[in-house]
């Protein structure tokens, strides 16, 4: 079975720090990378997502992630936050095989950017 | 284009009772999923419809159930609530790309 894990479960940043956030999953075969972000009040959006090709995706307002086979990891990116950023984000992986719509879900890291 | 809607926006049930949720897919989509997020779980895939066929399961009982009619909407019925069940119940519409959901607003389910 898939899973996903997100280390950090709240995070603070000053404006124009750098952020990473990360996600590691377990499945054995190939897969589909997402990030998910949830803005105060809107529901869930697509940041970005991965494939297959480039490892390095680039996503929405400046994100972008890197997706590593062999650490089975697909960090979040952005090198300098703006306090729009304050949202909570999730990862999300499924098998690539199936091109179904069965995503499973890290439990998200919440942003918070301070002015 | 019109977005995901999600009717209703807040239930309250007591146990045992019954509930019916909809899900009013983007125009065009015709894959629908559900998924519920609590805060100890998460969000937590509980089915998914493709042109009226259930294609994927999760890992729910009996007491959940959806169906998808014709025109892509779809409802979701869970039967003999529990205290557990409560929880935001997301919808998810999609194109043919896998994975490239677009959420609703979901529905807050409390059980007394």
């Known amino acids: 079975a898939q899973s996903v894990s997100q280390h950090n479960h709240h995070v603070i940043l000053s404006e124009a720090a750098s952020l990473e956030l990360g996600c590691n999953y377990s499945y054995g075969g190939t897969v589909n990378l997402f990030w998910y972000v949830q803005y105060p009040g809107q529901h869930l959006q697509l940041l970005l997502k991965?494939?297959?090709?480039?490892?390095l995706v680039k996503g929405i307002k400046g994100f972008e992630a890197e997706f590593i086979k062999s650490k089975f990891s697909f960090n979040l990116r952005k090198p300098s936050v703006q306090w729009s950023d304050t949202a909570e984000y999730f990862c999300a992986v499924n098998a690539g095989e199936t091109g179904a719509n069965n995503l499973f879900f890290g439990t998200g890291t919440r942003l918070t950017v301070i002015p | 284009k019109a977005g995901v809607t999600q009717t209703p926006r807040y239930l309250i049930k007591t146990r045992g009772q019954q509930v019916t949720l909809s899900c009013s897919p983007i125009s065009g989509h015709r894959s629908v999923s559900w998924y519920q997020q609590t805060p100890g779980q998460g969000l937590q895939f509980l089915f998914e419809?493709?042109?009226?066929?259930?294609?994927n399961k999760g890992n729910f009982p009996g007491r959940f159930s959806g169906r998808q009619f014709s025109n892509s909407r779809s409802e979701m019925n869970v039967s003999t609530l529990e205290l557990g069940d409560s929880a935001l119940y997301l919808c998810?519409?999609?194109?043919?790309?896998?994975?490239?959901?677009?959420f609703g607003s979901g529905t807050q389910l409390s059980v007394l």
């Open positions: 991965y494939f297959s090709g480039d490892p």
């Open positions: 419809y493709f042109s009226e066929t259930q294609r």
């Open positions: 998810a519409s999609s194109p043919r790309q896998a994975g490239k959901l677009f």
